[in-house]
């Protein structure tokens, strides 16, 4: 991905989200993915796609099981009352 659409993919990601914290880090070298960092941690990748001319972008978030809370933790739904 050229470094404008890099600019224009993490603008809309920012706003569709509501946050300024997602950043969009170009790879080091030409034909690596883009990588989704939030405060300095990548989550994730994304991919362009032109086929036939239609262009879009792919977002793969990776969560590691080690960042998840203990399985018998209560969701914070359930702690605030919810489902």
Do not use: C, F, W
């Amino acid at each position: 991905m050229k470094p404008n659409e890099i600019a224009r993919v993490q603008a809309y990601l920012r706003r569709l989200l509501g946050t300024e914290r997602i950043q969009l880090l170009a790879p080091a070298r030409a034909g690596l993915s883009v990588e989704v960092a939030v405060e300095g941690e990548v989550i994730g990748t994304i991919h362009r796609d032109d086929e036939e001319g239609e262009v879009s972008y792919s977002v793969t978030l990776t969560i590691l099981e080690e960042d998840l809370p203990p399985a018998d933790a209560p969701s914070p739904a359930a702690r605030r009352g919810g489902r």
